[in-house]
């Protein structure tokens, strides 16, 4: 796709010059790459016209006015275009809902999210790792080859279902199927899609129903919200509470699930970074990482860099979207209320500035000395208040699965090619991760 780009002078005190050609922003592979070949050409601040309103859209690649825009500012933006299919599929969870609602519900949730509550979780972790890594090991004994990506996907949905629903998650899959597979099972997030998941609200009310009239009180995420109450001792109504369960339902589920499908790729490519991992997985003690989930376990390290590296080249959030809400002033243009504001963690990632040979899979490009030195060069989960309220649960679900498959089997590439990148609400392997698995 070719862009043409405005060669007549800009006046530079109204708004960043920007692209001649409209072009509908949206999350979508068309978005991606036409944002990738114009930041090549023009750089880090500019707009695109809208092809329905003739509105400019701000596209913001520079880390001091994404700084600006997420933490410094936040107050003057809030959720941005693109979320519209978010919202018909999550109801008015804490990613899409704004104001003091959303600040309400996030207070009412954050308690749910500490290290200290999360820890409870390990052992179901580490537990529903062992039962894949056991699965993988036979077939590489038998020589039979896995699709990661949909392995990973199932596991990671278990693992959200059974963290949110404890043991209800048994009697939700008693008759052996799982109402809930349609994550894994359908790559589409389409209206189709949205009308088939809009209907698990129904199984999410039943339960909270039958919670309702039981005395026990379940330390799970169901639990936790429905015992969280306001500062005036308010608890969260109905509607709400099935939205935000079904919220951490997906997000929770495809942000981890397609970075630790990416993660397969990469370790299987690179031998001797996976002979490291692995050297790294056999020396973990087990029953410190059940306790801990290795965080800040300096014998992870590595798995750590690796992770985060993962996340630099493949971030699950590869586009943000923010409304400017007030008049002000950014990067020394003035911004009015209503303006679209894009900031693309998929080119921050990749910026050469902050990033040299910014394709080139280097886990060790985070080690103190080499780590940018800018904070918002790297924002894989957000930043500011609207950062992810899992992104320490995340990183215990992929440190933990990562060391307990690589004590157990060596991955390599089936593929002939780099997985395609479909670049939806997130970014997932548009061609599934095939593996060979060898025997260790």
């Not at 299919?85 to 749910?112: C, H």
């Amino acid at each position: 796709m070719t862009i043409s780009i405005s060669s007549s002078p800009v006046d530079r005190r109204a708004r960043p010059i920007c692209a001649t050609r409209p072009f509908a922003l949206a999350p979508d592979d068309a978005t991606r790459r036409a944002l990738a070949e114009l930041q090549a050409r023009h750089g880090d601040l500019f707009t695109v016209p809208d092809p329905g309103t003739g509105t400019h859209h701000w596209v913001v690649n520079e880390h001091e006015l994404v700084q600006q825009v997420l933490v410094r500012r936040a107050a003057d933006y809030t959720k941005g275009m693109g979320l519209d299919r978010v919202k018909i599929l999550l109801g008015n969870g804490i990613m899409v809902s704004e104001g003091d609602f959303w600040t309400r519900q996030r207070r009412l949730m954050q308690p749910a999210f500490r290290p200290a509550r999360l820890a409870d979780y390990n052992t179901m972790i580490v537990a529903e790792n062992e039962r894949l890594a056991a699965r993988w090991q036979a077939a590489a004994e038998a020589g039979q080859p896995i699709e990661a990506e949909a392995e990973v996907s199932e596991l990671i949905l278990i693992i959200v279902l059974r963290s949110i629903f404890g043991g209800d998650y048994d009697t939700l899959v008693a008759d052996g199927a799982n109402p809930f597979a349609i994550l894994t099972e359908e790559p589409a997030r389409d209206l189709k899609f949205a009308a088939r998941f809009h209907t698990l609200k129904k199984t999410v009310g039943r339960i909270i129903e039958a919670r309702l009239a039981s005395p026990a009180s379940p330390h799970d995420f169901l639990g936790q919200l429905l015992a969280a109450r306001t500062r005036d001792g308010h608890a969260m109504d109905r509607a709400a509470l099935i939205d935000e369960v079904m919220t951490l339902i997906v997000a929770g589920h495809e942000t981890t699930a397609s970075t630790l499908a990416f993660a397969w790729y990469l370790i299987a490519t690179h031998p001797a970074i996976r002979a490291r991992l692995q050297a790294e997985a056999d020396a973990c003690d087990p029953d410190q990482l059940a306790r801990t989930g290795g965080h800040d376990d300096p014998n992870l390290a590595l798995t750590d860099r690796v992770i985060a590296e993962t996340l630099r080249l493949y971030p699950p959030g590869w586009l943000l979207s923010r409304r400017a809400i007030a008049d002000h002033e950014l990067g020394g243009y003035p911004v009015t209320a209503g303006t679209q504001i894009f900031i693309c963690p998929w080119l921050l990632h990749r910026h050469p500035a902050h990033w040299p040979d910014p394709e080139v899979f280097d886990p060790d490009r985070f080690l103190g000395s080499r780590r940018p030195g800018q904070r918002m060069a790297y924002i894989p989960f957000a930043a500011g208040p609207r950062h992810c309220i899992g992104e320490h649960l995340a990183w215990t679900e992929m440190r933990v699965h990562l060391v307990s498959l690589l004590r157990r089997v060596t991955p390599i590439w089936q593929g002939t090619a780099a997985p395609g990148v479909a670049s939806g609400i997130n970014l997932r392997p548009a061609d599934g991760i095939p593996l060979q698995l060898g025997v260790r």
